[in-house]
């Protein structure tokens, strides 16, 4: 083999090395706005999740121990997806947004479209995490979370941890706010428009009013859901969703009808899901 030839090798060795660790940093550190980030996220990334993330999904999402090989893969794909178009802020406190906010926010956005794998909220491309309640200039009260038509997501990040401390309590603000942006998701024009069935809807709210009229009815601490749900539809919406992902099986037991609305809307039932199914 003469000189040339062995430079030949070299440079196309080097090019492909570059290459190769360019693409590496644009998986974890896409630049620019976050309107190219989701447009150029949404369709170049679509790889292995990133090692870091995975030990806080495993802690709290249960629903990873009850999935088929093929389909953790594809929850864990959508997870980094899901990080990879979204731009993540921190406010206050909060000098830098860690891989378990990470984890934990797409960790909620993908347990609850599991039954719409190419939905990923893209009307939503930034959110925003506070350490603790915020000051909303748009409602002039104090939150936990809430999501806008302006696109973002915003979680008090105390609040947020808080829904994960139990699993099975039916209380989560990640569930809580990602519904709200499903729901509005389903309202707002884009990619995922209309997904949602408006017959399975309807039957949904006509058994939410009623639910939420025996929230008023029944002294405060008794009734299924808390008393937060019957402060409208949406509300009641958001709080349902909640208590579907943590805690399905006496959410089927109180109200069968509900349930299988909400399996119908959400497109999963977490009760039919066994290992062996793909
Ligand atoms: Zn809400």
């Known amino acids: 083999m003469d000189s040339s030839s062995d430079n030949t090798l070299i440079i196309f060795f080097l090019v492909a090395f570059a290459l190769y660790s360019f693409s590496r940093y644009l998986k974890y550190n896409l630049p620019g706005s976050a309107y190219l980030k989701h447009k150029i996220g949404r369709h170049l990334m679509y790889g292995k999740l990133n090692p870091i993330y995975q030990p806080y999904l495993y802690k ?10 093929d389909n953790r893969l594809l929850f864990e794909s959508r997870v980094q997806r899901f990080i990879n178009m979204k731009t993540f802020l921190s406010r206050g406190e909060i000098k830098q947004v860690t891989p378990e906010m990470k984890a934990l926010i797409a960790g909620s956005a993908i347990q609850i479209t599991m039954g719409y794998p190419e939905v990923y909220f ?5 959110i925003i995490i506070y350490p603790d309640m915020y000051y909303s200039k748009l409602t002039k009260h104090y939150h936990n979370g809430e999501v806008n038509q302006l696109g973002v997501i915003v979680v008090s990040w105390k609040s947020f941890m808080e829904g994960f401390r139990d699993p099975r309590d039916g209380v989560n603000l990640g569930y809580h706010e990602m519904a709200h942006a499903l729901k509005l998701q389903n309202i707002v024009e884009n990619n995922d428009y ?4 408006s017959l399975i809807m309807n039957q949904f709210e006509k058994e939410a009013i009623k639910e939420m009229q025996k929230v008023k009815d029944i002294p405060a601490g008794a009734s299924f859901f808390r008393e937060y749900s019957a402060t409208n539809l949406n509300e009641f919406f958001a709080v349902a969703i909640e208590n579907y992902i943590e805690r399905p099986t006496e959410l089927k037991a109180y109200n069968i009808k509900l349930y299988h ?9 977490l009760l039919e899901i066994s290992p062996y199914s793909s």
């Not at 709290?60 to 090989?69: I, K």
């Not at 209309?194 to 069935?197: K, R, S, V």
């Open 60 to 69: 709290n999402f249960p629903v990873l121990n009850q999935l088929s090989e």
């Open 122 to 126: 893209s009307h939503f491309r930034t």
């Open 194 to 197: 209309e997904f949602f069935d």
């Open 261 to 269: 609305l909400l399996s119908k809307i959400l497109n999963f039932d």
